[in-house]
Every structure is written in structure tokens, then in C-alpha cells.
């Protein structure tokens, strides 16, 4: 019951959480709704966004390691894509050094919030979870990367709450010849 009860309610981080989410364990309590996310707000996180979590490691600029309570947990940015820099069975890709290198200079020694999208498989094909990511100051990492020119914005399997802002990032970004899009880079190609 615990099983379908962490899968059935967005994982709830506390064991409190999970019992006060259960009808019939803790009284009538039945499960919180949860707070609709503002996706015109890209500079404030959503009142139920989990953490804040350390930032354990960056594995690359798209993914990291938080050190939940119980475990350090793989997380892949929503709705982005950054070059590769790290994968074992692929070339480096161009500007993939520098994706990572930025997401590690906004996250080092930080603490960020995470929330999934109910849109989006809770885990990717490598059983990472995916998750927007906030930094202390509010703002959505995956917007900031995709405006600066280190990501792009990229639709895996269904439309997601940000999209539509991490769509105009890019276009931006592309028409500013930002990061990956500037000719001295990559000019929007990175493999």
C-alpha cells in the first residue's frame, strides 16, 4: 500500500506527508490538490516544489545528483537538452564543456528545489528523475540555461508546462547568437 500510495501522490518526501495523504490511516484526511503551477512565472518556484536539496554533483549540464534524505538522487532537467559532455558511448559534443561548466557554476555548493510535471514520466529511460529545478534565487534553471545559449528546448514525450517559455528562450537565444548558436561556436549545430 505504501508503494501505490508514494507513485499514486507524487512521492511525498516525509513519512508524515504520506500518512496525513492517506484516507483512513490519519482520520478522513484524503490527499492534498495539489497547487497548479503559474508557468508565466519563471522567477518564483511553485508553493509545493520539494527541497530544498544539496546539490551533490553535476554530472553534466542537464543532469545532477541531490542529496535527498535518503538518498542521492539522479535528476535530468524538464523540457531541455544540453550537448553532450559526458556520455560514455558518444563523442563530446561542441559546447558541451560549457554546458556543464555553467550548470556547475550556478549549482555548486547550492541547495535548489525541484518539482516534477504530471505531464512527464516521473523517471527517464535511465531512471533519472526529471524535475524543473529552482535555484536559491527563484529562478528555473532549465530557463536559464536554454536563455543563455547552453540548452536547448526539447519535447520528449508530451507537451509540459513550460514549454512555450522555453520555446521563446530559444528563439532568443538562436536570434541573439547566444552560447551554441553563435557562428563562433557551434552555429546550432553540437554534433
Known amino acids: 500500500m505504501l508503494v501505490v500510495a508514494w507513485i499514486g501522490l507524487g512521492r511525498p518526501t516525509t513519512m508524515g506527508a504520506l ?23 519563471l522567477t518564483t518556484p511553485p508553493v509545493d516544489v520539494e527541497g530544498p536539496f544539496r546539490v551533490v554533483r553535476v554530472v553534466d549540464g542537464d543532469t545532477i545528483v541531490v542529496a535527498r ?38 549549482l555548486n555548493g547550492q541547495t535548489v528545489t525541484l518539482r516534477g510535471d504530471p505531464t512527464q514520466d516521473r523517471l527517464d529511460q535511465y531512471d533519472r528523475e526529471l524535475d524543473y529545478v529552482w535555484l536559491p534565487d527563484g529562478r528555473l534553471l532549465n530557463h536559464v540555461l536554454v536563455t543563455e545559449g547552453y540548452a536547448v528546448e526539447r519535447t520528449y514525450a508530451a507537451p ?11 528563439q532568443q537565444a538562436q536570434d541573439a547568437g547566444a552560447g551554441l548558436w553563435s557562428a563562433a561556436t557551434c552555429g546550432g549545430a553540437t554534433d
Not at 82 to 103: H, L, M, N, W
Open 69 to 106: 534524505p535518503d538518498v542521492d538522487t539522479r535528476v535530468r532537467l524538464i523540457g531541455i537538452d544540453t550537448p553532450e559532455s559526458v556520455a560514455p558511448d558518444r563523442p563530446v559534443e561542441c559546447f558541451g564543456p560549457e554546458a556543464s561548466a555553467r550548470t556547475s557554476e550556478l
Open 160 to 170: 509540459y508546462a513550460y514549454q512555450q517559455h522555453l520555446r521563446a528562450a530559444q
Open 19 to 41: 500518512v496525513a495523504a492517506l484516507p483512513g490511516l490519519h482520520g478522513t484526511a484524503t490527499a492534498p490538490a495539489a497547487a497548479p503551477v503559474d508557468p508565466t512565472d
